[in-house]
């Protein structure tokens, strides 16, 4: 990776919690991400340097997802949800929730190279202390018929996905690991779970904080924010190692997914993360973008492909 990238702010401080789930659009050249517990969807358009917002549920939004078909996929708490413009308002239809009995909800989600769409959730509990209770997350899949299935179970708090070829990837951010998988494109499933990447073992390794949200490049290597860290990570998933990193001027490094090639969107957390009493940093809670990443092809994001009828009234 050559040493002559920028780091530059997109939109300061925009999110007032967790900015989380980046995904660019590239023929209207539009970002989408959230800001989870405002549950709120944000988007930026390139071309009109114009910022908006649209506010989804009253509860936290982990998730969007551009659909194929029209309007967006979000994670609302438990439920996904299908989104909407009609007349100008927003509509809104529960397609599944998930994790009854649970105080759960949904967290980071991605959609396979088929367009079908991969969620998992965490818990809300406090257990001894705990931000979460332990292996109370699962990993769903949404087919391209709508229908859901358990994917994966026994999961902290579920985060970063990516594939690669045959391999998929999947992070359990407390255990500070990411998992390689199996993959399984016809069949839709995963099996073969091993161990990828284990932060405990990488250089440095009490300065990386928690793995997050990723993207993965062209030629395999996962980009993973570090939570904590202050840093995006590129990652050699054979090796277990380091490739490079890039630096950034805030400590709580959420996620990040590729735009154009040398080119890589960044979102961050605000209060969340941050001791009482304390204010958060300069900048905490904004997109930023990485430019200038010469050699370096993204993958592009992939909407949900799947056919879903129009929202009536």
Not at 128 to 145: E, Q, R, V
Not at 254 to 269: H, Y
């Amino acid at each position: 990776m050559s040493s002559n990238y920028t780091v530059n702010c997109l939109l300061d401080s925009v999110a007032k919690s967790l900015s989380e789930g980046p995904f660019w659009e590239p023929v209207t050249k539009t970002l989408y991400f959230v800001s989870i517990f405002e549950g709120e969807v944000h988007l930026w358009n390139e071309p009109n340097n114009y910022h908006s917002t649209v506010k989804v549920s009253e509860q936290p939004v982990s998730f969007v997802i551009p659909c194929q078909s029209g309007g967006f996929l979000a994670g609302a708490s438990k439920s996904i949800v299908h989104c909407d413009w009609q007349a100008g308002e927003l509509k809104r239809r529960v397609l599944h929730e998930v994790d009854p009995g649970l105080s759960n909800r949904f967290n980071d989600a991605k959609c396979d190279p088929a367009g079908r769409l991969l969620a998992g959730t965490m818990s809300l509990e406090t257990n001894a202390g705990a931000i979460m209770k332990p292996n109370a997350g699962s990993l769903f899949g949404l087919d391209l018929g709508g229908s859901i299935k358990t994917m994966e179970t026994g999961v902290s708090l579920s985060n970063g996905l990516g594939w690669h070829g045959n391999t998929f990837y999947f992070t359990d951010s407390p255990v500070r690991t990411i998992y390689a998988y199996d993959w399984d494109a016809e069949g839709f499933s995963i099996s073969n779970r091993r161990v990828a990447i284990d932060f405990s073992k990488l250089p440095e390794q009490e300065k990386l904080g928690f793995p997050d949200g990723l993207a993965v490049d062209a030629d395999g290597r996962l980009w993973v924010a570090c939570f904590y860290g202050s840093r995006v990570l590129c990652l050699d998933p054979q090796s277990g190692q380091v490739v490079s990193q890039i630096p950034m001027p805030v400590p709580n490094v959420t996620s990040c997914c590729f735009g154009s090639d040398g080119e890589l969107f960044v979102t961050t957390a605000n209060q969340w993360g941050v001791r009482d009493g304390e204010q958060p940093p300069p900048q905490a809670g904004s997109i930023f973008r990485v430019t200038g990443l010469d050699g370096i092809r993204g993958t592009p994001s992939v909407m949900y492909k799947g056919s879903l009828p129009p929202i009536s009234d």
